[in-house]
């Protein structure tokens, strides 16, 4: 089981890892765009991450074709062997996660919509795909649990996990959990929200009660 961390809101962030309720860290360029960051920021937020306890760190890459995407995922390569680089699920995405795979470069292929695009993204060596599961619905009409199940199926017998993105509440990653999804991506609030159930409040209150009464 895995979980992550997708913001840029760096303080928080560092606290899940510190707290030891994420293993890493994703973004993507519209994350770091919300929080004024960008590929400068990418030394300093690498840097913080890992210092934190981040066990992987996630940047995506960028380029009008292959070769573009190929050169600016040096400056990502560049950062340390904690990261992994994120592509979008494209002919040219594709093109340059295979010659990534060929270097010994841990992958991500993101915005993954069709079990067809999964299938790929194992071919290409992807470690990771990443389908949106709260825009799944918005974007194209699919059912998002069947289809994110289905592309887990089709994964079974592959090296390349769906990496669930866009996951905007606890419900989300228990519907997941029930189709086989074993790692998620979500914003900080919803990390938190995972820890949280009214009963389990009342149930500390009163037991931290008991004991401040015969402490």
Not at 67 to 78: F, P
Request: aromatic content about 6%.
């Amino acid at each position: 089981m895995k979980f992550f961390a997708d913001s840029a809101d760096v303080e928080r962030v560092e606290a899940l890892l510190r707290a030891g309720l994420v293993d890493g860290v994703t973004s993507n360029p519209s994350i770091l765009d919300r929080s004024d960051r960008g590929a400068a920021d990418f030394p300093e937020l690498y840097s913080r991450y890992v210092d934190a306890g981040a066990q992987q760190v996630f940047f995506q890459t960028w380029g009008h074709d292959a070769d573009e995407m190929l050169r600016n995922a040096t400056r990502i390569t560049d950062l340390g062997d904690r990261v992994v680089v994120k592509l979008t699920a494209t002919m040219a995405g594709f093109t340059a996660a295979a010659a990534l795979h060929r270097a010994g470069v841990p992958t991500l292929v993101t915005a993954v919509n069709t079990v067809a695009q999964a299938a790929v993204s194992a071919q290409v060596g992807a470690v990771w795909i990443a389908p949106y599961f709260g825009q799944i619905a918005d974007r194209t009409g699919r059912p998002p649990l069947e289809l994110v199940g289905a592309m887990h199926e089709a994964l079974r017998d592959s090296p390349t996990e769906v990496l669930l993105a866009s996951v905007r509440s606890p419900l989300a990653v228990e519907q997941a959990l029930a189709v086989g999804v074993r790692a998620f991506t979500a914003h900080p609030d919803v990390i938190e929200a995972c820890t949280v159930d009214e009963h389990t409040v009342a149930a500390d209150e009163a037991f931290e009660a008991l004991m401040r009464r015969r402490g």
